[in-house]
Nanobody, 117 residues
Framework: QVQLVESGGGLVQPGGSLRLSCAAS????????MGWYRQTTGTHRDLVAS?????????GDSAKGRFTISRVRDNGKDTVHLEMNSLKPEDTAVYYC?????????WGQGTQVTVSS
């Protein structure tokens, strides 16, 4: 069982920046695929950015050029950071952390990001 603890999020003005973090702990945590997805009411949960255990990254179209995902391994815990810059009102959503390995899906509880003046 993998535990996920999300942090960050909140209210930011258009053009501003935010950092989301997701700390994963548990067995085989270093082997898992990790990523951030986002969802607004009535829509699917869409990929924002992901990072594999080996460091390969992938970005959704809305994140390319503005967001950066990174992964840090320390004391048996893997933490994924999502740096979000040049935020737009359309980035407003609930952001969810995902850890996945070998058919074992683990989602975080979600954190709200609101971009508004």
């Amino acid at each position: 069982q993998v535990q996920l603890v999300e942090s960050g999020g909140g209210l930011v003005q258009p053009g501003g920046s935010l950092r989301l973090s997701c700390a994963a702990s548990g067995s085989n945590v270093e082997s898992g695929f990790m990523g951030w997805y986002r969802q607004t009411t009535g829509t699917h949960r869409d990929l924002v950015a992901s990072i594999a255990s080996g460091g390969n990254t992938n970005y959704g179209d809305s994140a390319k050029g503005r967001f950066t995902i990174s992964r840090v391994r320390d004391n048996g815990k893997d933490t994924v950071h999502l740096e979000m810059n040049s935020l737009k009102p359309e980035d407003t959503a609930v952001y969810y952390c995902l850890w996945y390995f070998n058919a074992d899906w683990n989602w975080g509880q979600g954190t709200q990001v609101t971009v508004s003046s």
